[in-house]
Structures are given as structure tokens and as C-alpha cells.
């Protein structure tokens, strides 16, 4: 991420036509940051921004990264929460505590879903112009592309870590994550997000690879 966000090297370094499919689940930017990735058990969602601004989804595997960060799970542990979420940080508290709570090692990274019916989220899709050839912290602000939904049903992807600032999280942050929606229309890089209600978390059960 660190050589992506200073202009370094865009190049893909990842085919996802090439990677086992079975229990897969990652998030990514897509290409050369034109889009972002979700993937969620071995089913692959691209979310770019067409003419007209709007959100268009794809589900083709013929597709490229510049960096990624994947996990192969098979079984989840289901875990019911009531705390209220208003930001990014409050989520990532929410996932450290459950995770120390419940014997996770949370000096290890880990994948981490959330299903729920969002009071509302807001994320962006990564759009950069196919003419641009440089890059950077401000360019990269200026590619995005902002959304936002009240009362909608979904899924957040998340992956937590303590020891990857600049390789899959931003400085600051213990946590890289996406959302979805229930009906695979609405996808991008999470921003914000308000949880009030019950929901649902899920953390690799103990047979997960």
C-alpha cells in the first residue's frame, strides 16, 4: 500500500485468475487503483464508477492488483453484538476487544465480517483517470469517489492487524475493510459507518486456515 499511496509502483503484482478460489475472501483496490475489490467465500465483486457516476459491479475473475490482503476461511465463529458503532475507530475497538475477549491472538491478523442493517455507511470507490500517470497522497484523495446510504442491509470485510501500517492499512490504523450490500449493487472501500442495532460478527472459527 506504503509504494501505492507515494507513486512508487502501481503495476499489478496479483492475478486473481491465478489464485484458489475455495473459502476465499479479500479486499483490495482494483488494477492500477481504477476500482476496488471484494471478495467474499471464492465470489469476486469489482466496483468501478462509470460516466455517469454511478456504482457498476462485476463479477469477472480476469482481473489484477496492485496489492491485496487475502485469507482462506472455511468455518466462522458467529458472535452477537449490541455495542453502538459511529466511526471507523469505535469499529476497530469493537473487533480488538471481541477478539481478546473470546482467546483470539489478536497480535495476529486476522479476517473479520460484520452483517447488519446499517443506520448508514459511506465509502468510496478509488477512480483514477486512465491518462494520470503520477500519483500521490493528494491524487489519491482526488480519485475517490464518495457514496453513502442510510438504512441499507449488508456485509462489512474487514482485516485487522496490529503490525501492517503501510502493507495493507493506513498509518493509524489497525483495520482495512469493505462494504457490500445484500443485494451485490453496492460495493467500495468503507469511510463511516453507524450501527445501533443488534448485528452480527464473525471471526475465523478455529479449524480456518
Request: with cysteine; aromatic share 10%; net charge positive.
Amino acid at each position: 500500500m506504503r509504494k501505492v499511496m507515494r507513486g512508487e509502483d502501481l503495476s499489478a503484482h496479483l492475478r486473481w485468475d491465478s489464485i484458489p478460489k475455495k473459502n476465499l475472501f479479500a479486499v483490495c483496490p482494483l488494477g492500477r487503483i481504477e476500482g476496488e475489490i471484494t471478495i467474499l467465500d471464492g465470489k469476486i465483486f469489482t466496483a468501478k464508477v462509470n460516466t455517469k457516476g454511478a456504482i457498476a459491479i462485476d463479477t469477472n475473475w480476469n482481473v489484477q492488483s496492485p496489492f491485496a490482503v487475502y485469507a482462506y476461511v472455511a468455518q466462522w465463529q458467529k458472535f452477537t453484538a449490541e455495542t453502538a458503532i459511529h466511526t471507523e475507530s469505535e469499529l476497530q475497538n469493537v473487533i480488538d476487544k471481541l477478539a481478546a475477549e473470546n482467546g483470539y491472538d489478536i497480535a495476529k491478523s486476522f479476517p473479520f465480517r460484520i452483517i447488519a442493517e446499517f443506520d448508514s455507511v459511506g465509502f468510496h470507490i478509488i477512480s483514477k483517470p486512465k491518462n494520470e500517470t503520477k500519483h500521490s497522497h493528494q491524487l489519491h484523495e482526488k480519485a475517490k469517489k464518495h457514496f453513502s446510504f442510510r438504512k441499507i442491509s449488508g456485509e462489512l470485510l474487514g482485516f485487522y492487524s496490529q503490525h501492517h501500517e503501510g502493507v495493507f492499512t493506513h498509518k493509524g490504523q489497525f483495520i482495512h475493510t469493505h462494504f457490500i450490500d445484500t443485494k451485490r449493487k453496492n460495493m467500495g472501500h468503507l469511510e463511516n459507518v453507524l450501527l445501533t442495532k443488534k448485528y452480527t460478527i464473525l471471526l475465523p472459527g478455529i479449524e480456518s486456515e
